[in-house]
């Protein structure tokens, strides 16, 4: 049973976060060259039309009423308007339209971690010093090396060129048209009951996931192997074996569920790596997600659409956290004592 | 034949440290090191480090607006700077709090043993968090007596 005081002392420290993004992001934008008045207004413009939005946007004000504005305006949520990207949307609108597509990519990458970086973890464990533990540690060590630029293009050659299994980008075949119930099409698809639609979207979803999740399944399968090993040669193990127990028993009864505790810890912190690589795995399958926006509003300027996306990038990462930190006090149940 | 008695493993062997230093086994009385500073000391720690911030931050805007520069753009480069420091260490502190026993978990498991601790982290990030807030505090006072005076 998770207490109430433990899950409440874990979302006030969103706040500190949020605020820390916020403040961090406020600082970049105004130190990095560049005018936003002069983005709005084109470089054409004349001196006295860019004075003028200046003023409109408020950035002629002293820079510590710009910040308190700033934040005060992102408490309540309202990062403004785009200035190129999608001029004059709110960008709460922008973001609602691109989150799904970042989201579900990450979520699913997450799952490949965690569904294959488990077991295989386990298994190197259990049969240390094996020819499947070796296997494993290797690959383990491979999926930490290679860098998404690199795996991507290659899975895209081997699946779509090669053998012609898997599409090479976007999120769904061109003949479905899919009403967007969550703006994640795999489910949207399954909610909508096409299942060629839906079989489509997994298809299309599947390489992607799979990139951006061999890292994630890497990490973990070494976690999961250390952890294991540490808690395999624990006393209490050695007693129940010597009550009789089959060692299978043992490992799943006692020893799993203890060394998932060091495991669950970094799936939140990579989850950070997960976003992170979201925006180069979005712009080698040609997705559209959160990634690519804030790539393309770095570029042309975009300061809303940055500051926007950056804390939704935090305010993501923070919750994922929270929810580990549910899970892990759910398997140590001392720790929300 | 029941194993009951084999379950109850110490935990604290794989995880978050010593459970009894968070407190969670002695009805929340967390242990103290000895060289742990008093809130006094703290207080007295941070001071030091926001005034060291306002006065760099306060020499900062002065060699700026004597170099030739306006006013406005020393201020808010300044301030932008701060708040780049001070952002930077919420960040930090904050990110410690949420993620320091997974990081130390990392080190545990994977090697790299840096020391690197979440205590240490947030006594760290604190002290530069006052050197930024210290040096936002600054630059805005300084820009606010150079207006007046100019």
Redesign the interface.
């Known amino acids: 049973m998770i207490s109430k005081r433990f899950v409440i002392k874990r979302l006030l ?1 969103l706040v ?2 949020l ?10 934008l ?2 990095a060259p560049g005018d936003p008045a002069r983005v709005i207004a084109g470089q054409r413009a004349s001196e006295e039309f860019v004075n003028q939005i200046r003023t409109e946007l408020g950035l002629n004000d ?3 009423v710009q ?1 308190g504005r700033f934040l005060l305006e992102a408490v309540q949520l309202d990062f403004g308007e785009s200035y190129q990207i999608q001029r004059g949307t709110a960008i709460t609108e922008v973001l609602r339209n691109r989150l799904p597509v970042t989201l579900e990519m990450a979520l699913y990458g997450q799952l490949f971690g965690i569904l294959l970086g488990i077991p295989t973890g386990l298994l190197a464990a259990i049969k240390q010093d094996s020819l499947s533990d070796h296997l494993t540690r290797v690959g383990a060590l491979t999926g930490i090396s290679i860098p998404i630029y690199w795996s991507g293009p290659l899975l895209i050659l081997l699946f779509a060129q090669v053998l012609g299994w898997l599409p090479a980008s976007g999120r769904i075949a061109s003949q479905y048209s899919v009403e967007m119930v969550t703006g994640m099409v795999t489910i949207d698809t399954f909610l909508s009951g096409n299942f060629a639609a839906f079989k489509s979207a997994v298809r299309h979803m599947f390489l992607p996931s799979l990139v951006i999740g061999i890292y994630s399944m890497a990490l973990i399968s ?2 999961m192997r ?2 294991m090993l ?2 395999i040669r ?4 050695r ?2 074996r010597a ?3 089959g060692s299978k028993i043992t490992v799943l ?2 020893g799993f569920r ?2 998932l ?2 495991v669950v ?2 799936i ?2 990579q989850f950070g790596s997960l976003l992170g690589g979201a925006v180069l795995t979005e712009t080698v399958f040609g997705i559209g997600g959160i990634g690519t926006l804030l790539v393309n509003a770095i570029q042309v300027g975009d300061y809303p659409v940055v500051q926007g996306t950056v804390l939704t990038f935090a305010f993501l990462f ?1 919750l994922v ?1 929270l929810g ?2 549910i899970t ?1 006090s759910y398997l ?1 149940p ?2 929300d ?1 | 034949m029941s194993s009951g008695d084999a379950d109850g493993p110490p935990r604290d062997s794989t995880g978050r440290g010593d459970p009894s230093n968070r407190g969670s086994h002695d009805g929340g009385a967390s242990s103290v090191s000895d060289d742990a500073p008093t809130p006094r000391e703290r207080v007295r720690r941070l001071g030091r480090a926001a005034l060291l911030g306002a006065v760099l931050a306060g020499l900062a805007v002065l060699a700026l607006v004597l170099s030739g520069e306006s006013v406005q753009f020393a201020s808010e480069n300044v301030f932008a700077l701060g708040a780049l420091v001070f952002g930077f260490s919420m960040l930090g502190w904050s990110g410690s709090v949420f993620v320091g026993d997974g990081i130390e978990n990392v080190q545990r498991h994977l090697g790299g043993n840096s020391n690197w601790t979440e205590t240490g982290s947030r006594q760290a990030m604190a002290v530069l968090g006052s050197v930024g807030l210290g040096g936002m505090v600054g630059a805005s006072v300084v820009t606010v007596v150079l207006a007046s005076v100019t």
């Open positions: 420290l500190p976060v605020f820390g993004v916020a403040t961090f992001v406020f600082a970049i105004h130190l002293p820079i510590w910040y070494r976690m250390s952890s540490e808690v624990q006393d209490y193990m007693t129940a009550k009789g127990q009864k006692h203890n060394a505790i060091p810890t970094i939140g912190i923070t956290n580990v930190d892990y140590d001392r720790i004592q």
